[in-house]
């Protein structure tokens, strides 16, 4: 019983963000099944975010982030940027490539943020059951509540990027590196400013958040009302 308790500031948020989702999406939505399938293409990525990580002890490069922030600001930054951010977007990016864009229902370009979130939401459920046993019920639930909103706010600037360039025919390639770079950067200063005093740096990084959040917010709002525009002329159609 206590056991599942402790899992509610985990499930919670996923129910909740997925709920928000397929409800934003409502003008064409999504197959539950391929919905379900991003989930676990997110816990997915969380392996390949190990390995990544990992792989850098082969150089000499797998550092603490949590005793770089006690010790070494300057270098928190760089691992922050370099390491953290390109290692933890790509995770997620490399599975939305492989899987999510071959969906046929991927007709839209609100479909590259909505998979794209759920992936994240995918990993960010997986990255704080891992962080459970080493949190308060305080620190649980506002990680809870954190790790998905900024996961998700990531990983839209990519989905969107590669969505539109793949509707349009164009080569993917130049619009996935430009929402990777982008992504990455933002989620290293994030977890930078979230490392280095998470007290003193709460607004910075919150400000990050939502400046990306903002610009989301607008962009589906964008997208919906041109659904609601296009519907009746779609409608309107003959059958043949």
Request: hydrophobic share 55%; charged share 15%.
């Amino acid at each position: 019983m206590l056991e599942g308790l402790l899992t509610l500031p985990v499930l919670l948020p996923v129910l909740f963000w997925a709920g928000y989702h397929y409800y934003k999406d409502r003008h064409l939505p999504e197959p539950v099944g391929n919905l379900a399938l991003c989930l676990v293409l997110g816990w997915v990525a969380t392996l390949l975010s190990t390995a990544l990580y990992s792989s850098l002890e082969w150089v000499d490069l797998r550092l603490d982030a949590f005793a770089l922030a006690d010790s070494n600001l300057h270098a928190l930054f760089w691992y922050a940027l370099l390491a953290i951010g390109p290692i933890e977007e790509l995770s997620k990016l490399l599975l939305f490539l492989l899987v999510a864009l071959r969906f046929k229902a991927f007709d839209d370009a609100l479909d590259g943020i909505t998979y794209a979130s759920f992936i994240a939401l995918g990993y960010a459920a997986v990255e704080n059951t891992q962080y459970l046993a080493f949190l308060s019920p305080g620190e649980a639930v506002a990680r809870g509540f954190a790790g998905p909103v900024v996961h998700i706010a990531f990983a839209s600037i990519w989905g969107y990027t590669i969505g539109v360039a793949h509707l349009s025919g164009r080569s993917i390639v130049l619009p996935a590196l430009i929402g990777l770079a982008i992504s990455a950067l933002a989620h290293g200063v994030y977890d930078f400013f979230a490392l280095a005093h998470p007290r003193l740096s709460l607004l910075a990084a919150g400000a990050v958040v939502t400046g990306i959040w903002v610009w989301r917010l607008v962009l589906i709002r964008r997208l919906n009302a041109r659904h609601r525009r296009q519907a009746p002329l779609e409608a309107d159609q003959p059958r043949l």
